[in-house]
């Protein structure tokens, strides 16, 4: 009852029941990625006439979140490569890290020393500052 309820009133748990229903119409499967994302584009490669491309479209593994497509899928997606990372071996090289999700806006978030986030005190100022003051003048 609660999956039926989030995709009934919720765009960002997964997929909605008109993203099932367009999928199921007109969608293709494609590929899955290492996170459990579910690719698919329109089938046999129509192209749609708006667009003058064919559509694809991610379903998302829980949370609908974009920076969860990895880069070889976030190039397919958005037409920078034709062939899918399924069909052609991606080349990955040594000095790659691993694919992070954008953290920002929760507790894994980057906050520099200085934010009033951060954990600790703010540097003490070193001198090279004098501030402001109107009567100065």
């Known amino acids: 009852m609660k999956t039926f ?3 009934l009133f919720t765009w960002w748990n997964s997929q ?3 993203t099932q229903l367009w999928t199921w119409l007109y969608g293709e ?5 290492e996170l459990g994302n579910r690719y698919y584009r329109t089938k046999n490669g129509k192209i749609d006439p708006a667009l003058g491309i064919n559509r694809r479209w991610v379903i998302y593994k829980g949370i609908a979140e974009a920076s969860l497509v990895p880069p070889s899928w976030h190039g397919w997606l958005h037409h920078i490569v034709d062939t899918p990372p399924t069909q052609e071996q991606v080349k990955s090289y040594r000095w790659e890290k691993p694919h992070e999700p954008n953290l920002t806006g929760t507790p894994a978030a980057h906050r520099p020393s200085g934010s009033m986030l951060a954990e600790g005190r703010r540097p003490k100022a070193t001198g090279d500052y004098k501030a402001w003051n109107p009567g100065d003048q």
């Open 5 to 7: 309820l989030q995709r």
């Open 16 to 18: 909605t029941f008109g």
């Open 29 to 33: 499967f494609v590929g899955h990625d």
